[in-house]
């Protein structure tokens, strides 16, 4: 079996973990973690970065930065992993769901402001498949009611918006390291953040509610439960791992891009007949190579052609259910009809993609879809 996914270690991880180790500090905010925030201040630009042992937790920690509370409402897309939805719930507030793109499974940016009540908080984005929003027109949408806009870059590092890398856009942005992501430390994930008024909360946040960080800095003489928070923070363990990937970045997004060409390339003219569609990116993002999918034409050719890879010995997967249909938020939605997450929900499909897939083994995904489609 071809699998959908493979871990790739670059090299150096066992060593820097074992550095760890040897230094006798493998809790939260060592010298890894602190190699892995200045790595992401300095080449991305973000105000402050704080490692986290998830994007989800993240994404809390966004919530709690903004103040959501019960009643608040929030703004997102339905084609998303739960993940972009919980750590908002969890504080109280209503969903408002917004319908995907016609052209890409990205929130649809024109259908923003018409659901912007005077309880909405923020408008939380999803990069899907690392390819930007139209920050632009969210940014336009978020200052003119006074809006925090959180991205949910989980898919998008080494992406860019223009000019701008994914993340640095947002007041807050939040990141995955989970084994499946382009960077990885088998769990774990970053909360970026980018307006400086939330600086100093984050890292107490972070701390579970105390100044222990400003303690350890030697800004203060004692610390002591200042605020609300949670352990966010990883351990250094992790962030050795993740820093041996960070050292890889250029070689492993070469990798995964020219992986991510060599599909588009090759099932171009499957699209060009009508029999499926590829990845759209529109001319202000760029593409990093972290997943690639085919849109079949329906729910039936999508299972059809799942069960024909599979058979063949390929994982290819389906992607997200869209969250306003799901048992937990159907009751919950307010029953307008999102057609194109609807849509992408029963029509996508997602190749294996990762460092290590073998030339050989692309063309024999592609040949395979070739046939199916015979």
């Given amino acids: 079996m071809i699998p959908f996914n493979k871990p790739f270690l670059s090299g150096n991880e066992l060593q820097y973990m074992r550095q760890a180790i040897e230094a006798g500090k493998i809790s939260g905010d060592g010298v890894f973690t602190n190699k892995c925030h200045s790595f992401f201040e300095k080449k991305y630009g973000f105000k402050k970065s704080l490692l986290t042992t998830s994007c989800t937790d993240a ?12 009643g608040d ?17 969890l504080r109280g507030a209503r969903i408002v769901f917004v319908d995907s793109r016609t052209d890409h499974p990205g929130i649809d940016e024109s259908k923003i402001e018409e659901l912007i009540t005077d309880k909405t908080k923020a408008i939380v984005v999803v990069h899907y498949a690392g390819i930007a929003c139209n920050m632009d027109e969210i940014l336009r949408i978020a200052a003119k009611y006074n809006l925090y806009v959180i991205e949910d870059a989980a898919q998008s590092v080494d992406s860019f918006y223009w000019d701008k890398p994914l993340g640095a856009i947002g007041h807050l942005s939040a990141f995955s390291f989970h084994e499946t992501k382009n960077i990885i ?27 222990r960080s400003a303690f350890f800095r030697g800004e203060i003489d004692k610390y002591g439960w200042v605020d609300v928070g949670a ?20 070689l492993i997004q070469a990798r995964r891009k020219k992986i991510w060409e060599t599909y588009y390339g ?32 329906n729910l039936t050719q999508r299972d059809k052609l799942l069960g024909y890879l599979k058979g063949k010995g ?18 919950k939605h307010d029953g307008r009809i999102l057609k194109n997450c609807d849509l992408y929900a029963e029509c996508l499909l997602r190749l294996p993609l990762f460092y290590e897939l073998a030339d050989s083994d692309i063309k024999f995904i592609v040949r395979s879809v070739f046939d199916f489609y015979k």
């Avoid at 499957?270 to 079949?296: D, M, V, W």
């Avoid at 992607?319 to 938020?329: A, D």
Wanted: aromatic letters at 12%; charged letters at 20%; hydrophobic letters at 45%.
């Fill in 59 to 70: 994404l809390e920690m966004a919530a709690l930065l903004i103040n959501i509370r019960e």
């Fill in 73 to 89: 409402e929030v703004i997102m897309p339905s084609f998303t992993f739960v993940s972009t939805a919980n750590p908002f719930v």
């Fill in 185 to 211: 430390s088998g769990e774990g994930g970053m909360l970026a953040i980018n307006d400086d008024k939330f600086s100093n909360r984050a890292e107490i946040l972070w701390e579970k509610g105390t100044n």
């Fill in 231 to 250: 352990s966010f923070l990883p351990s250094d363990l992790i962030a050795a791992f993740l820093f041996a990937q960070l050292e890889n970045l250029d």
């Fill in 266 to 297: 090759e099932l171009k003219s499957l699209e060009q007949k009508g029999l499926l569609r590829l990845p759209f990116i529109p001319s202000y993002a760029t593409n990093n190579g972290h997943l690639f999918f085919l849109l079949c034409n």
């Fill in 314 to 331: 390929i994982h290819a997967v389906f992607h997200y259910q869209s969250l306003h249909k799901s048992n937990f938020y159907k009751d």
